[in-house]
């Protein structure tokens, strides 16, 4: 039975370049997520964190806890871990995502197994939508549930000014995309520990 302990839900701020706005998302999505209440919520900043883009030799699937991952990486492994939720914060990139979210991805494996992931998106007129396709196919194949409603901004460099969307209807989708990530995280984690999820 689902302990009392609080969710654990992961933050992840997918873009590493300079001058990026992926804190200022997270940040503001962090704060939805405290006040929403519920999760104990943690951002990982991938700028943070030492990802290298050439993998060892075996999968993480079939290394499993033995695969040699960078001493630099330890806390991304651990939060993944850890996590019973994540909301991924990702810009657009030539109509995908970037490349620091993908490398941080298929770093791991079991990690996001049986675990629900929401989308938070932003970018210039697409808002990130093409992102957030392509990311919902990756996290099927890790065996992880993707929620629907998310959050897109098109142009943020219009659409918010000190650290806050403009539209005053955000907070409200925040709280929908929360609603349906918690019920999945409650979900998911009840059905973890059950039963082991046969992949
Ligand atoms: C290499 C690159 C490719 C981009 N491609 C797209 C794109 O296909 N669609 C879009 O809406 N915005 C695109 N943009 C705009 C970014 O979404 C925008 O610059 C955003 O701020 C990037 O996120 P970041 O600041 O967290 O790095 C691109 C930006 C970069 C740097």
Redesign the pocket.
Known sequence: MENESKHKLVIIVG?V?E????PVAGAWVAEQARLYGGFEVDVVDLADIEIPLALPADSPRSAGDTYPRPAGMAALTSALVGADAFIVVT?????SY?ASLKAAIDWHYSQWTAKPVAFVS???????R?AVLHLENVFTELHAVTIRDGLAF?N?YLSWRDGRPLDPEAAGYAKTMLDQLAWWTSALRSAREAAPYPA
């Open positions: 873009s370049r001058g990026r706005f992926g810009p657009e990139y030539n109509h970037p932003y970018g210039s007129v697409a808002g990130g093409h098109p943020y």
